[in-house]
């Protein structure tokens, strides 16, 4: 079992749709990153949290600590978010991210 | 801004042979960071550095080096590429420690051995 789950691993959505991506694990960490992958291949940082909640833009981030888990909102979905979106934690004492393998997400306008 | 910058972007090798996949930063980064993307599998950590002169191995370090003599520069090398090594490659950075701070990502280079 990966330390890092995340579902779904595809999702397709029509424009204006609020969207969901959960990620779980099952270490202790420090901290969880959220990343998108863009279609190029490029990867950006979005969110990195710890606890409680985190809003850019359209996108907000949540986790719970003792759930080990954590998710990611998208609300008025566009087709400019279409992308990959990467989950990874830090485990505690780690120097690393371990990452989840990546949910696929695709707005349709 | 130029960020994390990686070189090249993409390239062909032959089973055998060798070749130094380079990763430079301008942001004074301290840490850095190798990765491998797999077809439908998470980003592998192959070796990272948490300063000039320093390096460690991640998860999946065989068949690669590296070296950390500037601060600036991390790169890869692969001796014998073999047709395992396709793949994805990443390189990010950070200013301290993961669990502290965000990673920057460079735009990848797409690595086929043949």
């Known amino acids: 079992k990966n330390e890092v789950e995340q579902s779904p691993q595809n999702l397709t959505a029509q424009e204006g749709e609020f969207i969901t991506i959960n990620c779980s694990y099952s270490?202790?960490?420090?901290?969880l990153h959220w990343l998108q992958q863009h279609p190029g291949g490029g990867i950006v940082s979005l969110f990195m949290?710890?606890?409680g909640k985190k809003k850019h833009g359209r996108l907000i981030a949540t986790i719970n600590i003792q759930e080990k888990h954590s998710s990611l909102h998208i609300t008025a979905s566009h087709p400019r978010d279409s992308a990959v979106y990467i989950c990874?934690?830090?485990?505690?004492?780690?120097?690393?991210?371990?990452f989840g393998q990546g949910t696929r997400l695709t707005i349709n306008p | 801004n130029a960020g994390v910058t990686q070189t090249p972007k993409f390239r062909i090798l032959k089973i055998g042979q060798s070749m130094t996949l380079q990763c430079t930063q301008d942001?004074?980064?301290?840490?850095m960071y190798w990765y491998r993307q797999d077809p439908g599998m998470g980003l592998k950590l192959i070796y990272y550095?948490?300063?000039?002169?320093?390096?460690d191995k991640g998860e999946v370090p065989n068949g690669y080096n590296v070296s950390r003599s500037t601060t600036e520069d991390f790169p890869l090398r692969l001796e014998l590429a073999a047709p395992s090594q396709t793949s994805v490659y990443f390189c990010?950075?950070?200013?301290?420690?993961?669990?502290?701070?965000?990673?920057?990502f460079g735009d990848g280079t797409r690595l086929s051995i043949l």
């Open positions: 949290l710890s606890s």
């Open positions: 990010a950075s950070s200013y301290a420690r993961v669990s502290n701070q965000p990673q920057h």
């Open positions: 942001m004074n980064h301290n840490y």
């Open positions: 550095s948490v300063g000039a002169g320093i390096t």
């Open positions: 990874a934690v830090s485990p505690w004492g780690a120097q690393k991210l371990v």
């Open positions: 270490v202790g960490i420090s901290a």
